[in-house]
């Protein structure tokens, strides 16, 4: 598909998973973490990956927990953090005891377009989707990474700016951190990433600007789980994705969208006016664009500089007569 195709040409069926994770409710987080773990194939690197390589099967950022063929709850990357942040043991803790309960869930039938998963995202708070048949069987689940997969319309994040849905201000920690405070400041703030910045004990921060070095993310933590590091000792420093590719807020969402793809990232860092200004854009943020309350108002500027367009046009055919 073009990437300049119209907005509704996608299925929106396209972006199920129908290859979801799934457990029993016996089983342990610890078990989880290494299914996570073996499902995404590969430590999160902010690298460029081979286009052979570019995408792996199904989606290894939650795990929905089954009693027979119901679905009972799910468990996500974030609560993977907060597990962490906690220090819960792992191998003696049930997904039974932490999932999320009941799920969100939507009919196939209902999913009619990505604006119908759009506004239950919203709604909820959430970033994945259950879906079900006619008779509530399990079909697949739908998560802001594959519906990014599939909306590509190119002219509408030309029109917008990384400013226009940036997050600011952003939680950030030192290179020296302990990994474990990282876990925790993800916990606390409810956020899927840390900034790390240089740290240089010379210099008065007031008066500078932050120097963003690298990241951490929720789905790093999941890995440094599954192999069993010692998240007190180990440092940001020594964990962090980098270097970092930094955005500016005057960057147009397009090419936010197409360095996430070319990078198989799911955050980027912006920074101005010398490291003053921190924010954060991530794939939450540019499906926020798609919110058919925010294509209304691009609409509907775009209507009224046409209407204006149209007055100087008159205005200039009158004064030449």
């Known amino acids: 598909m073009s990437l300049d ?8 069926v396209d972006a199920i998973d129908r290859e979801p994770l799934t457990v029993g409710l016996d089983t342990s987080v610890r078990q989880v973490i290494e299914l996570m773990s073996q499902r995404r194939g590969q ?44 220090q819960l ?8 005891e932490v999932m999320a309960s009941p ?24 970033r994945h989707l259950v879906i079900m048949d006619g008779d509530r069987h399990l079909v697949g689940v739908v998560s802001q990474s594959s519906l990014r997969e599939i909306v590509r319309p190119a002219n509408l994040l030309k029109m917008r700016r990384v400013a226009d849905v940036m997050t600011t201000p952003v939680i950030y920690a030192f290179e020296s951190a302990p990994v474990l405070e990282l876990a925790q400041q993800m916990a606390e ?28 993310t929720e789905r790093d933590l999941v890995q440094f789980q599954a192999l069993e590091l010692d998240l007190v000792s180990l440092r940001a420093k020594d964990v962090m994705s980098a270097p970092l590719f930094l955005l ?11 360095e996430m793809q070319q990078r198989r ?8 006016d010398w490291g003053k200004g921190l924010g954060i ?3 939450t943020s540019l499906l926020r664009i798609f919110d058919p309350m925010e294509m209304y108002g691009v609409i509907e500027s775009l209507q009224d500089t046409v209407k204006s367009l149209e007055a100087e046009v008159k205005l200039l055919r009158k004064a030449k007569e």
């Open 189 to 216: 703030n409810r956020v899927s990433c840390i900034v790390i910045i240089e740290e240089d004990p010379g210099l008065d921060l007031r008066n500078v600007g932050l120097i963003p070095v690298g990241i951490v």
């Open 103 to 126: 799920v969100i869930a939507l009919p196939q039938r209902d999913l009619k377009d990505v604006f119908s998963a759009l506004f239950l995202f919203r709604r909820y708070r959430i």
């Open 281 to 283: 854009v991530t794939q």
């Open 248 to 258: 500016n807020p005057k960057d147009s969402l397009l090419t936010a969208y197409e």
């Open 43 to 86: 430590s999160c690197s902010l690298q460029e990956v081979p286009d052979a390589a570019r995408r792996t099967q199904g989606c290894s950022s939650c795990v929905l927990v089954m009693d027979g063929d119901d679905v009972e709850g799910i468990i996500t990357e974030r609560d993977m953090v907060r597990l962490a942040a906690r």
């Open 5 to 12: 195709s119209p907005l509704m040409e996608p299925q929106v």
């Open 265 to 272: 990232v799911r955050r980027l860092v912006v920074s101005w």
């Open 89 to 96: 043991d792992s191998s003696q803790t049930s997904v039974a």
